[in-house]
């Protein structure tokens, strides 16, 4: 399975931006999709996933502003980050633990 990440870009604090994680293969390839960030000099962190049955999960750092969608026809998993931070800037990466699959990640950057 291989797994392309989009979205990334710079916005403002208070602004808004939606990743992209598109999977090759089929349905099972977006099946359980986790999402992480990391910042340089600091471990990869999780910060959502979605499970087979659609159930969502959300570090407590994002409850509340990141949301997550699943679009099977299209075999993409989207992170919806409104809200945004500047401790929210970080290369975003998907992942599907299954096959322990990664993207290349994307760049977030929150700053005025």
């Known amino acids: 399975v291989q797994l392309v990440e989009s979205g990334g870009g710079l916005v403002p604090p208070g602004g808004s931006l939606k990743l992209s994680c598109k999977a090759s293969?089929?349905?099972?390839?977006?099946?359980?999709i986790e999402w992480y960030r990391q910042v340089p000099g600091k471990q990869r962190e999780l910060v959502a996933n979605?499970?087979?049955?659609?159930?969502?999960n959300f570090a407590p750092s994002v409850k509340g502003r990141f949301t997550l969608s699943r679009d099977i026809v299209k075999n993409m998993v989207y992170l919806q980050l409104d809200s945004l931070k500047p401790e929210d800037t970080a290369v975003y990466y998907c992942k599907q633990p299954v096959y322990d699959s990664w993207g290349p990640g994307t760049q977030v950057t929150v700053s005025a």
């Open positions: 293969g089929g349905i099972e390839s977006i099946s359980f």
């Open positions: 979605i499970n087979r049955d659609g159930s969502r």
